[in-house]
């Protein structure tokens, strides 16, 4: 008989405790439902932000693919220059897209096209692209034998101290106005500055070699 009533007992808790559940989830059922609604909002607009990085990212890679095919074609065709200046636009990619145009200026030996292209580059961000074009300018200042002022921007690059660009690329370009300037005392320690600080680069190999030509000639 105890073990009826007790068997009983417990059967009723569980029905009160399950209409106390049942109770308390009517009571809430509007903010329980907006709850969800709002968990599967969150979900959504997750898996609809990631979907909608990954498009811009193949987008963005077609369009960098564009631009160098473009830029590929211009000694053969130098008429896809306006398809590449349409290319780049004025987005994401423009600054790109002048540096591609200001190496087809100085292939073609026009200098100031070169530097107009690349003045239209801003200075934020400081980003690969933006050293590369500085670089650049730098090189065409020193083309037209213009040495103090490329010596300048390779020193201000190097003292940007760039985490994304070759800084052993700009010293050299660097030590290369300064010999070309006739400074070779200076351009020597540049030198051998880049042995140092990059032994096993392209760069640092080359710079050992001009480093023993100029102490060859004194």
């Excluded at 609604?37 to 987008?59: D, E, P």
């Excluded at 003045?119 to 300018?137: A, E, H, R, T, V």
């Excluded at 052993?168 to 070779?184: Q, R, Y």
């Excluded at 500055?193 to 070699?209: L, N, R, T, V």
């Amino acid at each position: 008989m105890k073990k009826v009533v007790k068997k009983q007992l417990k059967g009723d808790e569980f029905v009160s405790t399950m209409n106390k559940i049942w109770r308390f989830l009517q009571a809430r059922i509007k903010e329980i439902l907006i709850g969800v609604a709002v968990l599967i909002f969150i979900v959504l607009l997750y898996s609809g932000v990631r979907f909608i990085r990954a498009q811009q990212v193949r987008k963005e890679s077609r369009l960098i693919s564009q631009l160098l095919e473009l830029r590929s074609t211009l000694s053969a065709k130098p008429e896809n220059l306006a398809a590449l200046e349409k290319a780049a636009g004025g987005g994401k990619y423009a600054r790109l897209g002048h540096v591609l145009i200001a190496t087809f200026w100085v292939e073609r030996g026009d200098l100031e096209k070169a530097k107009e292209s690349l003045g239209k580059i801003k200075p934020s961000p400081q980003d690969f692209i933006y050293f590369q074009s500085q670089d650049l300018l730098a090189q065409v200042n020193a083309m037209q034998k213009d040495y103090d002022r490329a010596i300048a921007m390779y020193t201000k690059i190097e003292e940007a101290k760039p985490k994304d660009y070759c800084l052993d690329a700009v010293l050299f370009h660097k030590a290369e106005a300064l010999e070309a300037k006739g400074s070779k005392p200076e351009a020597l320690a540049v030198y051998k500055q880049i042995q140092e600080q990059f032994p096993q680069s392209y760069y640092g190999y080359d710079a050992a070699e001009r480093a023993r030509k100029i102490e060859a000639s004194e």
